[in-house]
């Protein structure tokens, strides 16, 4: 298997793992741990109304989609599937954790540790499909 695809399937494995830890979060509502800012900054994202799109769960959807990713990866090393699905679902991700920054970053104020390694990971995977492919 190529490095870019197994790159690709590592960071999803991450964002799956990162967004169980989100939805575990969200369905229990107790607050999650905040690495590297201060709590009261994820809890204020955790809790906001921007936690959620369309009524979603922001970490549900973020879990679909590197489900997505997973699987779509998976089938096109099989060569059951073309490889622009992946860029797509890709390239959608990256739009929502570039907004979701600016919505932390302008709007909230406030970061949540794990909605900025979510965006790390987009960015990342961007690089991937874009530089190593």
Same mark, same amino acid.
Request: charge should be positive; charged fraction near 10%; proline fraction near 5%.
């Given at each position: 298997? &190529?490095?870019?695809?197994?790159? $690709?399937?590592?960071? /999803?494995?991450? =964002?799956? $793992?990162?967004?169980?830890? @989100?939805?575990?979060?969200?369905? %229990?509502?107790? &607050?999650?741990?905040? @690495? *590297?800012? &201060? ?8 809790? !906001?109304?921007? !936690?959620? %799109? +369309? /009524?979603?769960?922001? !970490? +549900?959807? =973020?879990? +679909?989609?590197?489900?997505? $990713?997973?699987? @779509? ?5 099989? =060569? #059951?599937?073309?490889? #622009? ?7 959608? /991700? ?11 970053? +302008?709007?909230?104020? #406030? ?6 390694? !979510?965006?790390?990971?987009?960015? @990342? ?5 874009? *530089?190593?492919?």
């Amino acid at each position: 298997m &190529p490095l870019y695809l197994t790159m $690709i399937l590592v960071l /999803g494995v991450i =964002g799956l $793992i990162n967004t169980i830890y @989100l939805s575990y979060h969200t369905i %229990t509502k107790e &607050p999650v741990k905040c @690495l *590297f800012f &201060p709590e009261e900054w994820c809890r204020k994202v955790q809790y !906001s109304s921007y !936690s959620r %799109t +369309f /009524g979603i769960p922001n !970490s +549900f959807a =973020g879990f +679909f989609i590197y489900l997505a $990713i997973i699987i @779509l990866t998976l089938t096109f090393t099989a =060569g #059951a599937t073309p490889f #622009a699905p992946v860029v797509w679902i890709i390239v959608i /991700g990256l739009l929502f954790s570039v907004y979701f920054l600016f919505i932390q970053a +302008f709007v909230l104020r #406030a970061f949540c540790t794990w909605c900025v390694v !979510s965006a790390v990971e987009f960015i @990342l995977l961007t690089l991937i499909i874009v *530089f190593l492919r």
